[in-house]
Each structure stands twice: as C-alpha cells, then as structure tokens.
C-alpha cells in the first residue's frame, strides 16, 4: 500500500512536467493561438486588447478582431486610427463579417459627422441577419444619423431597439422615444400613415394625443395617463413612463400663499424693479384677467409725432430686458392661439384676486443669500427675483430649499429643480425670430447688429436656434453709431449682404457623438468656414433702434434694391412709438415683433399701463414682464415639472426648457403700404 501510494505521488509530479514539454513540441514552430472573436456581440474590451489579439491572430480569424478594433477605437474617440484600420480590412471577407464591416463603418461616418454617408450606408444593411447585439447598433445609427431631428422612421427605430436593451438603456430609449414624439408637429402627425400590425407605435401616439389635450391641467392628464396604461398594457411606456410623464403622476402644486419678491428698490434699476411690482401687483390683485387667447389684429399706428419716446437707461447691459419705445397698434380681435408647432393652447385665466401674502426685499441693500434666509425665515413658500444678473449669478453658487422664479438668467444656466428663470432677454427674442425666419422659407440669413457685446449675444443666440431648426451657417454684420452710418448713405454706400459667420456648435457639429449607447467626444469641428457673397442672403435680421433702423432699411435698398426679395425682419427694439405715414411707407415689407401686449392683445390694460408710465413703453414691457410673473408662479410646478406646458401671457406665449429656461413666442407684424397688420 505505501509502495503505491508513493507511485501515485510521484506521477502526480512528473505529469504536468511532461505535459508541458509534449504542448511545446506541439506548437514548436507556429504563431500563439488566440481565442474566437465573436463579431456579432458586444466589443466592451479596450482597443489596445483588441489590437494585440489582431497581432497574434492567425488569418481565418484576423479580420474578427480588426473590426472589434475598429469599434472599440470609435468608442475610445480615436477615429483617424479606426478610419486607417478599416481602409486596412481584407477585401476577401464572409457574409458576417462584411455586415459588421457596414456597420461599423456607418458608425464611425456618424462619429465624424458625415450623416448623408452613415444614412446610405445603413440603407444597404440587410438588418434581418445581424445579431440582437447588432440589431441594437443598427437602431442606435438611425437614431444617431437623424442628428435629433424627428420622423416617422427615427420613432420605429426607438420601437424596434427597445426590446434588445437592458434596463437602464431601455429607460434612455423610452425617453428618446417620447422626446421624438412630442417634436412632432401637427402638420407632422397630420401626415403619418402607420401599419394596421403597428400597436406599439400606435399605443405611443394616443399618449402623445391624450397629452396635448390634457397637458394643461395635470389632474385630467393623471387620470388619462392611467386610463392609458390599462388599454395599452403591453406599450413599452404602460410598464416604464416617460421621465416627463411619470413626473405628472408625482406632481404635486406649489405653494403660493406667501410670496418674497426681490428686486432693487434704490439706484439706477430701481426705475424697473418698480415697473415690474406694478405689473406684478395688478396681476395679483386681479385686475389684468384674460378670458381668451387673442391673435393681434391691429390697424394703422396713430400719428402722433408727439407721443412720448423711452427715457430709461436701456438694461441690456445687464441682460435683463429688450427694451425700445413702442406705440399701441391698435385692439385685437380674439382668435385661437397656437404655439410654434401649431398645437393649441389652452387659456390660462388667472384667479380674479388672491389672498397670497407678498412681501418685498430690496436687494440693493443686503446679499442674496441673507435675503433668501430671511424669506425662508419669514415663512414664504415661493420667491419671485432677483432682477439684476448679478445677484442672479449667485444663485446657482449658493442653495435655498424655496422655489424661485428669477427674473433674469446667467450666461450658463444649471438645471436646478427648484429654480427657473424668466427674462424679457434679447437672446430669447432672437431664437424665437429664427423659428419665425425658418418657418417662412427662408434659409441664408444675414444679421445685422450693431458692434460690441450686445450683438453678438444676439447673433450668437440666433445662430444656435437657427442650426437646431436644421440651417447652416449664419453671417453676422455689424454697424457703428448713427453717425457713421449717415457718413455711409452720404457717400452713396449700402449695405450689402455679406457678414462674417457665426461660429457655435450646431447638430450638425456636435460636442459629442453617442454610438451603440455610448457618448464620445466628437473631433474638433472645422472653423474654416468663409462669407457669403451678395445674392445668396434671403433673409436679413435687424438689431437696431428706430433711429438706426431709418438709415439702415433705406441702405439695404440701395445696395440690393428695393425689389431684390430680401425679407426684412426685425426685433421689438426697432419698433418706434407714434411712427407716422412717412416711416410706416419707408418701412413697407419690414416684419416686427413685439409682446402681445403692445401688439394689441388688451387694449384697455393698455392703455392703461400707457398711461400709468407716461407713454414710455419700455416700462410698460416690464409691467407686463411683472404680470406675468405672478401668472408663472401659480404655475410654477407645471412649468418646472410638466415638459411642454405653455400658456398665454402678456409678453408672449411662455413656455419652459429642460432647465426651466422661460421662452415666449412673440406675434409678428408688418408695415404694409402705410399700416401695421399681424402676420398670419
């Protein structure tokens, strides 16, 4: 027994010994052997990996892992390589691998921003062969491809990856899905023809139908979401809402039974904070009630070469306000109001009166956040302030538990679930002129601005807007005082359209690029972009005071003529109070916009803010500024948490972003052979 058991020892010993020696001689003479590469499931190693088992790898399989290379470089942002990798794949290849070799090269086309390429590409992929795994990229190429613009193929795209996802891709899908959707105009859903078998996609547009229609009041929309998810219990949606929707079964109103208003009640902005806590006030008190949208309807403007011009310093230095003195048009005839989509909006009649308590800090006397405290400490529910962007600024470096609706917003905006910021901003102004502009046709324009730092904010925010709606490059054109432009049209010199263009990043360039899930940097765009020519511009935006805009429009006509086809627009800083038949007939074809308010929407409030501030409109802006203020903090949670609630005020239709960044969609009018009539 002791004798066999030490046999068995000693074998255990030598064996492996021997073993080894065997598999050396076996594989004296040939390359180390890799393991199979599986080009049809996920790639999660790193590119230096995939490279080194591309070395060692014989012939049959070499080609595997070059692609899963290539992937892993796109992933990694290292794109000259991974396009140099790819020109390097053998021509010989199987079925399988000249699938994934489409596919990823569309992959690595939407990495460098060639969208038109990645599309064909993805055209000629026969998706029934690809694996689940690659099934999900194909979908997510789509998706990519489309650079956020909504349709009918980009939505069943989302509905055809959902199923292949794990659970937190899928949460990202079902909001991309619903983000595509609510991007939908009604002109868009009008069109879409869907597949009698389609009951997902079809499960999704009654949502989006049940939403537009109770989006309003989140009550009715809660009880519709519910009813939904019980006739729909296989949707996607039915098991895990959308982040926006799930957020209305959460809502919960906010508080407005003591409200802390901050604004400057002693130096230069005094003379606005007042404006604004008279607007503010009224609202409050009821005396501005709005029983239906109305679209302005106005006549002629008067002729009152009398009437009283804006005496205030002009805030834009400050960020705050687009101010210029504006006469009333003329009453508006009540119609149907719809926002920029053309989805009606349902009015929002503010209560006749309210008992909330408000309170008034100045904070031109202690800092921001002492006055927060003290509001806290006070007992107030809600803040409504600061005005001045410096104490705005503060905001997102300290911390208050209150709501606060700001009356301005910083330069970089923090999304903050419980602040939002309203400004009458010509930022805001010059985004909404671009959806204007684009929704007319046009698609070259020019901006006209004058120097420093106010134009180029203006054109800067034009150019972003303008990139999104799916446009190129815009040109900027700057001009100097009053002076210098009456030296010009002395000396018989116009205005021709060429510009310098407006570099931000658009869609089409974006910061970062998200393939098969994952979001890399995207390389650095070209800035190597050159002005246009005269001819090409159709369209030119003018930032200019009346002043400036009686010497600009007849300089324009004369370098272009007056019949060139140029469409002339402008923001609400041109538009002159008490204008006569002269400047009305010089200005024919001009489109202007400007709030509702002074674009007729309540002509007795009118007048009787006119009146109240002496025929200065720039104030009678802020008094409307200030009235709507008071109707966005009664609907404070809505704007916060509900995505596409919207509502009437009297500085535009107002709605809010992801950040809870307030817009308004302005109503634009023209000068038309002596009158001023609304745009339809």
Not at 281 to 301: E, L, R, W, Y
Not at 556 to 575: E, P
Not at 599 to 622: C, E, H, I, T
Request: one cysteine or more; glycine letters at 6%; aromatic letters at 4%.
């Amino acid at each position: 027994m002791l004798s066999s058991l030490i046999v068995r020892t000693k074998s255990g010993r030598i064996i492996p010994v021997v073993l080894a020696a065997m598999l050396m001689a076996a594989c004296s003479g040939q390359a180390p052997q890799t393991p199979a590469a599986n080009i049809q499931a996920e790639a999660s190693a790193s590119s230096e990996y995939y490279l080194q088992q591309m070395q060692q790898s014989s012939d049959d399989n070499k080609a595997d892992w070059q692609l899963l290379a290539i992937r892993s470089l796109i992933r990694e942002g290292k794109l000259p390589q991974a396009a140099e990798l790819l020109g390097k794949l053998p021509q010989e290849l199987t079925d399988v691998q000249r699938q994934e070799q489409q596919l990823v090269s569309a992959e690595l086309s939407i990495a460098q921003k060639n969208m038109p390429n990645a599309s064909a590409i993805l055209a000629k992929l026969n998706v029934d062969s690809l694996s689940n795994s690659q099934k999900a990229r194909y979908y997510q190429a789509v998706i990519d491809a489309s650079q956020g613009k909504a349709s009918l193929p980009v939505i069943r795209a989302y509905i055809a990856q959902e199923p292949l996802l794990n659970d937190k891709q899928r949460l990202q899908n079902i909001n991309g899905t619903w983000a595509a959707l609510t991007q939908l105009t009604q002109a868009d859903l009008n069109s879409l023809v869907i597949n009698a078998d389609e009951n997902i996609l079809q499960g999704w547009l009654d949502l989006l139908r049940l939403y537009q229609d109770n989006k309003q009041d989140p009550s009715l929309l809660k009880a519709a979401i519910k009813d939904w998810q019980t006739r729909y219990p296989n949707n996607p949606a039915s098991k895990v809402l959308p982040t926006a929707l799930d957020n209305v079964l959460n809502f919960k109103q906010a508080s407005t039974s003591s409200v802390a208003l901050l604004l400057p009640l002693n130096g230069q902005a005094q003379v606005f904070a007042n404006a604004i806590q008279a607007g503010f006030n009224a609202a409050k008190n009821g005396v501005i009630t709005q029983s239906a949208p109305s679209q302005p309807q106005p006549a002629a403007a008067p002729d009152d070469a009398n009437a009283a011009q804006p005496t205030s310093t002009d805030p834009n230095a400050n960020g705050a306000v687009s101010t210029s003195g504006a006469a009333p048009v003329a009453e508006a005839t009540p119609a149907a109001q719809t926002d920029a989509d053309g989805m009606p909006v349902a009015p929002i009649v503010p209560p006749s009166a309210s008992n909330a308590q408000i309170k008034v800090y100045d904070t031109s006397t202690q800092p921001l956040p002492a006055l927060l405290a003290q509001a806290k400490q006070d007992g107030a529910t809600l803040v409504v302030g600061p005005l001045l962007k410096e104490n705005v600024d503060q905001l997102s470096a300290g911390s208050t538990p209150l709501n606060v609706l700001a009356l301005n917003q910083p330069e970089q905006v923090q999304n903050n679930p419980n602040i939002c910021y309203f400004a009458l901003s010509p930022e805001n102004e010059a985004r909404d002129a671009a959806k204007h502009i684009w929704e007319q046709g046009k698609r070259t324009p020019l901006i006209l601005t004058p120097r420093g730092s106010l134009g180029d904010r203006v054109a800067k925010a034009f150019a972003q807007e303008w990139q999104q709606l799916g446009g190129s490059t815009v040109l900027q054109q700057g001009f100097g005082s009053t002076g210098e432009l009456r030296q010009s049209i002395n000396g018989g010199t116009g205005i021709r359209m060429t510009g310098q263009p407006v570099m931000v990043a658009s869609a089409s360039q974006p910061q970062s690029v998200t393939i098969a899930g994952l979001t890399i940097p995207a390389p650095p765009a070209d800035a190597g972009a050159v002005s246009t020519s005269s001819g090409k511009v159709d369209a030119v935006y003018i930032i200019a005071t009346p002043a400036e805009l009686t010497l600009i429009k007849p300089m324009i006509d004369l370098a272009n003529g007056s019949h060139s086809g140029l469409g002339l627009y402008a923001s609400s800083r041109s538009y002159q109070a008490g204008s006569g038949p002269d400047f009305r007939l010089e200005m024919d074809g001009l489109q202007f916009s400007d709030i509702p308010l002074l674009a007729g929407s309540n002509p007795a409030l009118l007048q009787q803010a006119a009146s109240q501030f002496k025929n200065d409109y720039s104030l009678v802006r802020l008094y409307a500024m200030g009235a709507d203020a008071w109707v966005l903090a009664n609907h404070f949670s809505q704007m916060r948490q509900i995505g596409g609630f919207q509502l009437n005020g009297s500085t535009g239709v107002l709605s809010a972003d992801s950040n809870c960044v307030i817009n308004r969609k302005l109503p634009w009018l023209q000068y038309r052979a002596g009158s001023i009539v609304p745009m339809q």
